[in-house]
């Protein structure tokens, strides 16, 4: 079965400081890795996915991410936090092949401090 | 290109009614899932239609139900509602079709608050 496991439910760091949101998942098989954001009163926003291909990632709004199979991790991170990214913040696994089914982490809330 | 609809975005019931929740998926798109997020439990997978047929179901008692209508459109229904089910209720689409990289496009949700 998949999980994901999300480290640290609150994150907080100071604007212009480097982002690093945690993510390791569990897969019998290679899966496909996304980060969603999610504003206040709104829905899942794509940031990035790894799909295959280079394991380096790159999203919308300076957010990147590493997918690195030895360590099953595929953490988030933002070399410069601005304000407008204080968000919760969600990792999901999806299996190649079948249902479209995502499994989220627990998510992590991140807060910017001025 | 519109993106996912969900109709109502905020309602309020009483224990013991029962609920229709809506969305329009993005054109083009055959797949809709729904998930259920709360406080406590995050994010949780009810079901998938593909094609009118469910394709998945998660963890979820029998109160909980949903259709796909031929225009891709779907409902869910929640019935005799407990409190345990105030909950925001995500409905995302996806092109579903086998090989697709599975993005799911989210709507921005119906907030349900059960008194």
């Known amino acids: 079965a998949q999980s994901v496991t999300q480290l640290g439910s609150h994150v907080s760091v100071s604007e212009g400081a480097l982002v690093l949101l945690r993510c390791n998942y569990s897969?019998?098989?290679?899966?496909?890795l996304f980060w969603y954001v999610q504003y206040p009163n709104q829905g899942l926003q794509l940031l990035l996915k790894y799909t295959t291909g280079a394991t380096l990632v790159k999203g919308i709004n300076g957010f990147e991410a590493e997918f690195k199979k030895s360590e099953t991790s595929f953490h988030l991170t933002k070399p410069s936090a601005h304000m407008s990214d204080a968000a919760e913040y969600f990792c999901?696994?999806?299996?190649?092949?079948?249902?479209?089914?995502?499994?989220f982490g627990q998510g992590t809330r991140l807060t910017i401090n001025p | 290109k519109a993106g996912v609809t969900q109709t109502p975005r905020y309602l309020i019931k009483t224990r013991g009614q029962q609920v229709t929740l809506s969305c329009s998926p993005i054109s083009g798109h055959r797949s809709v899932s729904w998930y259920q997020q709360t406080p406590g439990q995050g994010l949780q997978f009810l079901f998938e239609y593909f094609s009118e047929t469910q394709r998945n179901k998660g963890n979820f008692p029998g109160r909980f139900s949903g259709r796909q209508f031929s225009n891709s459109r779907s409902e869910m229904n929640v019935s005799t509602l407990e409190l345990g089910d105030s909950a925001l209720y995500l409905c995302a689409s996806s092109l579903g079709s086998g090989g697709n990289t599975g993005e799911l496009f989210f709507g921005e949700g119906s907030r349900l608050t059960v008194l």
């Open positions: 897969s019998s098989v290679p899966p496909y």
């Open positions: 999901a696994v999806r299996r190649i092949q079948g249902a479209q089914k995502l499994v």
